[in-house]
């Protein structure tokens, strides 16, 4: 879809009538690259955009760069002892053991004699595609099987979101992001260690990448970083030595706005996150209890169930009041918020240590109406799929009823739907005569008048 000259589409895993799947649109991508390819993510072992990769790195002769958490124990949260011994936890150790299969493949063990570029950081978290640096693809979902595809066992499924966007400014943005990350970091350019004990395998050089000195993350800040037609590109971004990030340059962009967006909320915070952890010194968990507690906005949250353990003490006794909802999943790992202004996609769980603070992590802060309904339509489907959320639909589909004729943003109750209405938003504007005391609609309306009734009589 083209929203407001932009070119911006809602992509998601479940076969959804009208929504693009993510893996048809990576794939997709990845086939119509010209130049290069930019790639992020924590686990790649979907069979499918392995093969795609080769074939593109022998067409592209390299020029492939890919940036992974690539040391084993970086994979695993902290979890419930019941989720270690559960065969999920099992299915995840498969699943780490064809990603390292996989890495052998892209990084020149196979027959095509191709090989994609492969560096390893340990907090890369980020999840995100570029392609020729015009059009990128940023998603909650790993490139791995479970992420996206949907198959017969249900314990297999996530659910996942994601935006694929060609809005020049932002990918460059991106671009600039994932180069600085990619030469300059730190642990970013370390052999990566597979499963096997002794099981090292070294990073691919293909010397054609972007080798520079520049200082990219001042380049992005010269990119004057401000939103850009309705979205704004937001960020963790973990190094270890804060003395080496350029002068305004903030790196945890995505916590700034997350507290932004919650502080100035007056009607409803929905939330849906693979975890909600670790939140002491973020200012979040307190921004939620005030608004709450204080303030009565309207807050749903989703997390997977594996996670209910992890979940903070705090926000689970809120629970208690009526306009506070925790629900959990089998199986979201979808990451966006939606309040009544703004939906926030991140490929960051709201995590005091993995995603807030700690990680490199990428996301998109939009307002367009048209996105935001699909986010909405997806996040009541997942709430939908919740035990005991019948009572909650039934709640939110009775207040979607409140909605402003004019501009179509929902309200809670009635009294929020006419303080909206009786607001200047919607009042017509009036330009005052300098003259006399008459309004106008218009300025031409206004000179006419001026001109008529006071130049020609004086």
Same mark, same amino acid.
């Given at each position: 879809?083209?929203?407001? %000259?932009?070119? @911006? &589409?809602?992509?998601?895993?479940?076969?959804?009538?009208?929504?693009?799947?993510?893996?048809?649109?990576?794939?997709?991508?990845?086939?119509?690259?010209?130049?290069?390819? *930019?790639?992020?993510?924590?686990?790649?072992?979907?069979?499918?955009?392995?093969?795609?990769?080769?074939?593109?790195?022998?067409?592209?002769?390299? /020029?492939?760069?890919?940036?992974?958490?690539?040391?084993?124990?970086?994979?695993?949260?902290?979890?419930?002892?019941?989720?270690?011994?559960?065969?999920?936890?099992?299915?995840?150790?498969?699943?780490?053991?064809?990603?390292?299969?996989?890495?052998?493949?892209?990084?020149?063990?196979?027959?095509?004699?191709?090989?994609?570029?492969?560096? %390893?950081?340990?907090?890369?978290?980020?999840?995100?595609?570029?392609?020729?640096?015009?059009?990128?693809?940023?998603?909650?979902?790993?490139?791995?099987? &479970? &992420?996206?595809?949907?198959?017969?066992?249900?314990?297999?499924?996530?659910?996942?979101?994601?935006?694929? @966007?060609?809005?020049?400014?932002?990918?460059?943005?991106?671009?600039?992001?994932?180069?600085?990350?990619?030469?300059?970091?730190?642990?970013? !350019?370390?052999?990566?260690?597979?499963?096997?004990?002794?099981?090292?395998?070294?990073?691919?050089?293909?010397?054609?990448?972007?080798?520079?000195?520049?200082?990219?993350?001042?380049?992005? @800040?010269?990119?004057?970083?401000?939103? +850009?037609?309705?979205?704004?590109?937001?960020?963790?971004?973990?190094?270890?030595? #804060?003395?080496?990030?350029?002068?305004?340059?903030?790196?945890?962009?995505?916590?700034?706005?997350?507290?932004?967006?919650?502080?100035?909320?007056?009607?409803?915070?929905y939330i849906t996150a693979y975890s909600i952890a670790d939140l002491a010194g973020t200012e $979040?968990?307190?921004?939620?209890?005030?608004?709450?507690?204080?303030?009565?906005?309207?807050?749903?949250?989703? @997390?997977?169930?594996?996670?209910?353990?992890?979940?903070?003490?705090?926000?689970?006794?809120?629970?208690?009041?009526?306009?506070?909802?925790?629900?959990?999943?089998?199986?979201? /790992?979808?990451?966006?918020?939606?309040?009544?202004?703004?939906?926030?996609?991140?490929?960051?769980? $709201?995590?005091?240590?993995?995603?807030?603070?700690?990680?490199?992590?990428?996301?998109?802060? %939009?307002?367009?109406?048209?996105?935001? !309904?699909?986010?909405?339509?997806?996040?009541?489907?997942?709430?939908?799929?919740?035990?005991?959320?019948? #009572? $909650?639909?039934?709640?939110?589909?009775?207040?979607?009823?409140?909605?402003?004729?004019?501009?179509?943003?929902?309200? $809670?109750?009635?009294?929020?739907?006419?303080?909206?209405?009786?607001?200047?938003?919607?009042?017509?504007? +009036?330009?005052?005569?300098? /003259?006399?005391?008459?309004? *106008?609609? &218009?300025?031409?309306?206004?000179?006419?008048?001026?001109?008529?009734?006071?130049?020609?009589?004086?």
């Amino acid at each position: 879809m083209s929203v407001s %000259g932009k070119k @911006i &589409s809602f992509l998601i895993t479940h076969n959804k009538k009208g929504v693009v799947s993510l893996k048809e649109e990576i794939v997709r991508l990845i086939n119509s690259a010209e130049k290069n390819i *930019f790639l992020s993510t924590w686990l790649l072992n979907l069979e499918e955009v392995k093969d795609v990769l080769l074939k593109k790195a022998s067409e592209l002769k390299g /020029h492939i760069y890919c940036l992974m958490a690539i040391e084993r124990n970086n994979y695993r949260y902290q979890l419930s002892p019941a989720y270690k011994n559960s065969v999920e936890s099992e299915i995840d150790d498969l699943q780490e053991k064809y990603n390292f299969k996989a890495l052998q493949e892209l990084s020149g063990s196979n027959s095509l004699g191709a090989a994609v570029e492969i560096r %390893g950081h340990s907090n890369c978290h980020a999840k995100f595609l570029i392609i020729d640096e015009k059009v990128m693809v940023i998603c909650s979902a790993n490139f791995t099987h &479970s &992420s996206l595809e949907i198959g017969p066992y249900p314990i297999l499924n996530r659910n996942e979101v994601g935006l694929r @966007i060609e809005d020049t400014k932002l990918v460059q943005q991106l671009t600039i992001l994932f180069k600085d990350m990619y030469l300059l970091r730190y642990n970013a !350019q370390y052999p990566f260690k597979g499963p096997e004990k002794g099981e090292i395998h070294p990073v691919v050089y293909s010397r054609q990448i972007i080798h520079n000195n520049k200082n990219n993350l001042s380049e992005l @800040i010269d990119t004057k970083i401000n939103p +850009t037609n309705g979205l704004e590109l937001i960020w963790t971004y973990d190094i270890i030595d #804060e003395k080496y990030y350029p002068t305004r340059f903030n790196p945890k962009k995505f916590l700034d706005r997350l507290k932004d967006i919650l502080e100035n909320e007056d009607q409803f915070v929905y939330i849906t996150a693979y975890s909600i952890a670790d939140l002491a010194g973020t200012e $979040i968990d307190d921004l939620l209890i005030r608004k709450a507690n204080d303030e009565k906005i309207k807050i749903i949250i989703i @997390i997977d169930v594996k996670n209910k353990d992890r979940l903070p003490e705090k926000l689970k006794e809120l629970e208690a009041l009526d306009n506070f909802d925790i629900f959990y999943h089998p199986g979201t /790992h979808a990451k966006f918020i939606l309040t009544s202004k703004n939906w926030m996609i991140s490929t960051a769980n $709201i995590d005091g240590t993995h995603g807030l603070r700690n990680s490199f992590e990428v996301g998109i802060l %939009g307002v367009d109406p048209e996105i935001y !309904q699909k986010f909405k339509d997806f996040y009541f489907d997942l709430l939908s799929e919740c035990q005991n959320s019948k #009572e $909650i639909l039934s709640q939110i589909s009775s207040n979607e009823r409140l909605r402003c004729g004019k501009c179509g943003r929902s309200f $809670i109750n009635k009294n929020n739907l006419n303080d909206h209405l009786n607001s200047l938003t919607h009042q017509p504007r +009036t330009i005052d005569c300098p /003259h006399c005391a008459m309004k *106008f609609k &218009s300025e031409q309306s206004l000179n006419q008048h001026i001109k008529v009734k006071h130049l020609e009589s004086n």
